[in-house]
């Protein structure tokens, strides 16, 4: 039997400058591959033309053995090809059943007029649900449901369109580890139903527990392609980023100087509840927690996105802060970092000069005009410092890496002179080659002397990082760990009883 699908010698090029070069990819049916690289290494170019976005310039697509082309999104779709994006595409304010059905809807001709089969549309989409373990009412508001059940009506529509090869673009990347684990079972039911799965991810340790096989990409060739069961992860990173990765996370500070930022019995809404910690200079404090934790707020709390708090009392630098506005954190020094990078994070339209000086224009203000001289001077300093990959300060942010862009963010808040960085997970969605670059980055600044607080539901970023780390469940602290503490300490400390709060 020839393989479900199977891509040769794909080449593709963008004025001129080659991104795919002679690439091979094959899946069967009922296979779960991963298509891992670093960013840059062309793994969305090669989905975008298997989903129709793009036009291959060379090359071969076979479905069962028969060659195909696609001449629009709208073409591979009919061939049973379907993408899900990393961001969720979903329409809030229509039905689940709606959602699942959205561009062919069941209907039947009334007297020359189509009326919708809504009883067949809710009958077939508790079918499609059901084959994927989700017992929800079809006629409920998407809007509703949470962020791993939108993904699941995602892929019911899917499956409703009759796909045969789904392609997942880092489909955990804003999931928790339960909700991962709920990801997972949908995926080996996928598997059972004979769907071909094509998983990309920037997380080594889910790829060897959900895929078959791997496919490596680097420079737009073909670097490595492994049966999972056999391969090991060195081997792994040493195909996508042709060097040995050793050594992840940086060795932990020094010894602590004054304390920066202290919080005593912190309370929002319902959402925080007796949060009481200290910060020190030159020290990493790590927050962990599940959605719903507590974790999503702290951060915007304390910068002052949040408003007012409601109880308890913080202190930056010893002087009291009463956090009301992002202006009042940022007049405190206080710098923020959101998880949503692209749409918090970054301006994509604006230059990397624009988006990193962006907080501090009044730093460069001479009257009504602004000192270039001084700004490019800075911005160069930093993207020199930070290893910014970027054609100039000129470039176009939208077209860096996830990795560069996000040290963009970070330099934007070194540019003053800040006291206390926080960061929402730092590095989702970057490769781990960026990863590393972005963690002795964090280490150095804090050799500086600036203090900083990590919020991720990435137990293994928290472990591997933080000096000191606190857990929140249910907007309270469950416990209080030490470096050394490994990633399922902190996952275990979750299911503590809020009555064992330090």
């Not at 490596?216 to 090991?232: E, K, Q």
């Amino acid at each position: 039997m020839p393989p479900l699908l199977e891509m040769r010698g794909i080449g593709k090029s963008f004025g001129g400058v080659p991104v795919l070069a002679d690439v091979a990819l094959a899946i069967a049916a009922g296979e779960v591959l991963a298509l891992l690289g670093a960013n840059g290494a062309g793994k969305s170019t090669l989905v975008k033309i298997l989903s129709g976005a793009y036009q291959r310039d060379a090359g071969t697509v076979l479905l069962d053995g028969q060659p195909v082309s696609f001449a629009s999104t709208t073409d591979a779709i009919r061939q049973g090809i379907r993408l899900l994006p990393q961001e969720v595409s979903v329409m809030p304010h229509l039905s689940v059943a709606e959602n699942i059905f959205i561009g062919d809807l069941p209907a039947r001709n009334v007297f020359g007029v189509a009326v919708v089969q809504r009883r067949r549309m809710r009958e077939e989409s508790e079918r499609l649900l059901a084959q994927l373990g989700l017992e929800i009412d079809p006629a409920r508001e998407v809007g509703t449901l949470a962020v791993p059940e939108r993904r699941i009506v995602e892929i019911a529509r899917a499956l409703a369109g009759r796909a045969r090869i789904l392609i997942m673009d880092e489909p955990t990347a804003a999931l928790t580890e339960h909700e991962t684990v709920r990801l997972f079972d949908v995926v080996a039911r996928l598997r059972g139903q004979g769907v071909g799965v094509i998983y990309i991810s920037h997380y080594l340790d889910e790829v060897f527990q959900v895929c078959d096989r791997i496919a490596v990409l680097r420079d737009g060739r073909n670097a490595g392609d492994f049966a999972t069961a056999d391969a090991s992860r060195d081997d792994v990173l040493l195909a996508m980023l042709g060097t040995r990765m050793e050594g992840l996370y940086p060795p932990p500070g020094g010894k602590p100087g004054r304390t920066i930022c202290q919080a005593q019995g912190l309370t929002f809404r319902g959402d925080l509840k007796d949060i009481s910690f200290e910060l020190h200079q030159g020290e990493v404090l790590g927050v962990f927690g599940l959605l719903g934790s507590g974790i999503e707020v702290l951060g915007r709390v304390l910068y002052g996105a949040m408003g007012g708090i409601d109880g308890g009392s913080i202190a930056i630098d010893s002087a009291p802060y009463a956090p009301s506005t992002p202006i009042a954190g940022k007049a405190a020094g206080i710098g923020f970092v959101a998880a949503e990078r692209k749409v918090e994070g970054i301006v994509p339209d604006l230059t990397v000069r624009e988006n990193m000086t962006l907080p501090f224009l009044d730093r460069y203000r001479h009257g009504l005009s602004l000192r270039r001289a001084g700004e490019d001077t800075e911005v160069r300093h930093w993207i020199d410092l930070l290893g910014i990959r970027t054609k100039g300060a000129e470039q176009h942010i939208r077209f860096l890496s996830g990795g560069n862009q996000q040290k963009v963010c970070l330099a934007r808040w070194l540019i003053e002179e800040m006291k206390l960085l926080i960061l929402e997970e730092p590095t989702r969605g970057v490769d781990i080659g960026a990863r590393k670059e972005i963690y002795a980055q964090l280490r150095e600044l804090t050799r500086r002397g600036l203090a900083l607080l990590v919020i991720s539901s990435d137990a293994e970023e928290i472990a591997g990082l933080c000096d000191r780390m606190l857990v929140l469940e249910r907007g309270r602290c469950v416990a209080r760990l030490a470096h050394g503490a490994t990633p399922a300490m902190l996952i275990d400390a979750t299911d503590l009883p809020l009555e064992s709060a330090a």
